[in-house]
């Protein structure tokens, strides 16, 4: 998995569209090994971003969990700690 695409799920305040969307291009990108599409190749290439994007915002909508949501502040604080030890920064 590409590691710039984060878990959009289960977080308080839920994911917004922009986020979906830089999720849904990161995978076209990984996917298709194109960073720009050619000019002959855009349009394929938004129209997977905009299908990807749509079926991951039904998806994230349709999941049910009985966790609590996460803090998105919170886990940020989390996520620096860890690449700090790991890179000892």
Same mark, same amino acid.
Not at 14 to 21: D, G, H, L, S, Y
């Given at each position: 998995?590409?590691?710039?695409?984060?878990?959009?799920?289960?977080?308080?305040?839920? !994911?917004?569209?922009? +986020? %979906?969307? #830089?999720?849904a291009? =990161?995978y076209?990108?990984?996917?298709s090994?194109?960073?720009? $599409?050619?000019?002959?190749?855009?349009?394929?290439?938004? !129209?997977?971003?905009? +299908? %990807?994007? #749509?079926?991951?915002? =039904?998806?994230?909508t349709?999941?049910?969990?009985?966790a609590? $949501?996460?803090?998105?502040?919170?886990e940020?604080?989390? !996520?620096?700690?860890?690449s700090a030890?790991?890179?000892?920064?």
């Amino acid at each position: 998995m590409c590691r710039n695409i984060r878990t959009l799920y289960n977080y308080d305040p839920p !994911a917004t569209n922009n +986020e %979906i969307r #830089a999720a849904a291009v =990161q995978y076209v990108r990984k996917i298709s090994g194109f960073t720009k $599409p050619s000019q002959a190749n855009e349009a394929a290439y938004n !129209a997977a971003v905009d +299908e %990807i994007a #749509a079926i991951s915002r =039904q998806l994230l909508t349709s999941l049910e969990t009985t966790a609590s $949501p996460k803090n998105r502040e919170e886990e940020a604080i989390k !996520a620096k700690a860890r690449s700090a030890q790991r890179f000892g920064a």
